[in-house]
């Protein structure tokens, strides 16, 4: 089993009173909560309230080996996945290693921006965003401060939406107390989005609440313009315009993460592998691929790279496994979406589930509620809601501490 996401964890619960022993590989040695990271990047949140380590979340299940390693490559002929600690021999492989971001080939900006995939590149994010106030903090020269308080954000989808969001509070509410000697109107924050509208996906109305608040948070929305290119500390946009800027966020694309080169061949659309509906690699029907991985087309669309998908899959690939050995047919699986949401910060969200759409202030509390409900574990529960309650009432963050050397820029994957 490679990948202790959200796809991972469900195939070895699904998996905990068959007659298998699971050997659990994943290059970190946790679990992490990927809706509240752009909290950890806008100083809400710590790591270790949206993350748990995989060892605790399954000490329960005696039928689980859990290994931290890094693979490296998958060689379906002789059932073998190397690791960069040796190789694993399998009967049954699955594969769940999510995705990474997507810079479509675009070298310098993959160079320059930061991403938001994991959790050192959120931490490396909020290292840079309290770097370049206190850089500011020692300029004068009014240029200078201009480029180091611009942020821009690429891509308005719920990350890039979610993030500017947060960011324009941390500076509004918190950062204007830190630094009573900036001048906040010198900060810019820029949401650049290719379509001409946010949140693609959401009903048009919940898209179009999102672009009205994001703007009544003072957020530069560029909508129907791309991110061209990067250079000398000069972002180029498709309208036309520079930006001179050191923070670049991207939130633009994913792309399946890879596992092994040789896996290309098996690809599809944003390279995700080819998969049966019984979730079973083309062609190989030992190896069973699940989440952002998994090319999975259902209706002739493909599945979101989303939680609930990735649960699923998991859940159902554990059942296929089990029906293998016991030599029955597997099942075709059939994803059932549950609905979307997406805060926009304080006291506005937007949630669509089944045929009802909230925005504004209910689609917030029913984020919050369920996002609250979905985290790891309780101690995290307690901890998650104490520093909203903190935030919501006292306008005060309490993760504020620069923790590493400044960032270069450059989080490439
Ligand atoms: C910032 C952010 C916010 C999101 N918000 C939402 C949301 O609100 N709702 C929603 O439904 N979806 C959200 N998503 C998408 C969601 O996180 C993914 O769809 C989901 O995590 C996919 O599950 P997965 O099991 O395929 O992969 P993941 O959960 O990403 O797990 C993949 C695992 O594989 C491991 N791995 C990768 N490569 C290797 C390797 N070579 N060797 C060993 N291990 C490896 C990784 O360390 C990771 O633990 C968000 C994603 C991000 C980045």
Sequence with gaps: MVGAGFGGLEVVRGLKRADVDTVLVDRHNYHLFTPLLYQVASSLLDPSEIARPARTMLRRIANVDVRVGSVTRVDLDTQQVQTENGPLEYDYLVLASGSINNFFGNDQLSQ?????????????????????????????????????????????????????????????????????????????????????????????????????????????????????????????????????????????????????????????????????????????????????????????????????????????????????IRQEPLLPFRYRDPGMMATIGRNSGVAQVGPFRFSGFIGWVIWLGFHLLKVVSFRNRLVILIAWAVDYLFYDRPVRLITGPSPPPGRGL
Excluded: C
């Excluded at 201009?146 to 939406?161: A, D, E, Q, S, Y």
């Excluded at 530069?220 to 800027?245: C, F, H, I, P, W």
């Excluded at 399946?256 to 592998?273: F, I, K, N």
């Design 112 to 324: 320059a921006a930061f991403g938001l995939k994991d959790l050192g590149q959120a931490l490396a994010l909020r290292n840079q965003v309290l770097w370049q106030f206190e850089r500011a903090s020692w300029s004068g020269d009014p240029q200078e401060r201009r480029r180091l308080l611009t942020f821009v954000i690429v891509g308005g989808g719920p990350t890039g939406v979610e993030y500017a969001g947060a960011l324009s509070e941390l500076v509004a509410l918190v950062l204007r107390k830190d630094f009573p000697y900036l001048d906040m109107a010198e900060v810019r924050v820029v949401l650049v989005e290719l379509t001409d509208g946010l949140l693609a996906g959401f009903a048009p109305r919940l898209s179009k609440a999102a672009v009205r608040t994001l703007r009544r948070k003072g957020i530069e929305l560029m909508l129907g313009v791309a991110a061209k290119d990067y250079t000398g500390g000069v972002l180029r946009l498709s309208n036309g315009q520079d930006l001179a800027v050191d923070t670049i966020v991207w939130t633009a694309g994913v792309r399946a993460a890879p596992l092994d080169p040789g896996l290309g061949a098996l690809s599809v659309r944003q390279d995700r592998l080819r998969v049966q509906p019984t979730l079973q690699l083309d062609g190989h029907p030992q190896v069973f691929v699940v989440g952002d991985l998994a090319g999975m087309v259902q209706d002739g669309q493909p599945l979101p790279m989303m939680i609930p998908a990735a649960q699923q899959e998991g859940r159902h690939v554990a059942k296929n496994i089990k029906r293998l």
